[in-house]
């Protein structure tokens, strides 16, 4: 089974300010296999990234994903209201199926 | 444009069942992967089972292995899971998300979530 761990657990920031995400596998993850979500309080989750790199239709530029067999990365260039939330990387394996991490908190300073 | 809207849950005993669905509409719903994924209160997301679009490939979380079915019905634009022997770590807002065309691997669209609560 592989383990997805995301770091920091919470991000204090400002708005307008960038953000940076940390996702890492416990073994290597096929880049076509890894999104980020993003989930607003009482909302369902909405896709950002597929494919680790690839925003999702209607994703602003702001957002952009990074990395490859282990190390991934979500980076927020300038945060707007409705970026504070909670985000998800999530992938998919033939043999594991499909994994959540357990999501990093991005809340106001 | 797409839509998800599931339905069915509520509170139910321990030991008891509980049948979700998830009425797709927006875009050809047989052409598309279907999954179903949990969340329960306060807590992360937890992937719970998946079905191909011809319902040729089914697979679930160990956790619900033996217990949830997951089924589909093209000709209704409707996804289903099928909930037996339901715990109390079940309880949770379950939600139907479709897999994306690209990769299959990712959630492109998810419904806005139904409650099931697993209590005596």
């Known amino acids: 089974e592989i383990v997805l761990t995301q770091s920091p657990g919470t991000l204090s920031l400002s708005p307008g300010e960038r953000a940076t995400l940390s996702c890492r596998a416990s073994?290597?993850?096929?880049?076509?296999?890894l999104a980020w979500y993003r989930q607003n309080p009482g909302q369902a989750p909405r896709l950002l990234i597929y494919g680790a790199s690839s925003r999702a239709t209607g994703i602003p530029d702001r957002f952009s994903g990074s990395g490859s067999g282990t190390d991934f990365t979500l980076t927020i260039s300038r945060l707007e209201p409705e970026d504070f939330a909670v985000y998800y990387c999530?992938?998919?394996?033939?043999?594991?199926?499909?994994?959540f991490g357990p999501g990093t908190k991005v809340d106001i300073k | 444009d797409v839509q998800l809207v599931e339905s069915g849950g509520g509170l139910v005993q321990p030991g008891g069942s509980l049948r979700l669905s998830c009425a797709a509409s927006g875009f050809t719903f047989r052409s598309y992967r279907m999954n179903w994924v949990r969340q329960a209160p306060g807590k992360g997301l937890e992937w719970v089972s998946y079905i191909s679009s011809g319902s040729s490939n089914i697979y679930y979380a160990d956790s619900v292995k033996g217990r949830f079915t997951i089924s589909r019905d093209n000709a209704k634009n409707s996804l289903y899971l099928q909930m037996n022997s339901l715990r109390a770590e079940d309880t949770a807002v379950y939600y139907c998300a479709r897999g994306d065309s690209v990769t299959g691997a990712a959630f492109d669209y998810w419904g806005q979530g139904t409650l099931v609560t697993v209590s005596s």
């Open positions: 999530q992938q998919y394996g033939s043999s594991t199926g499909f994994t």
């Open positions: 073994q290597s993850v096929s880049s076509s296999s």
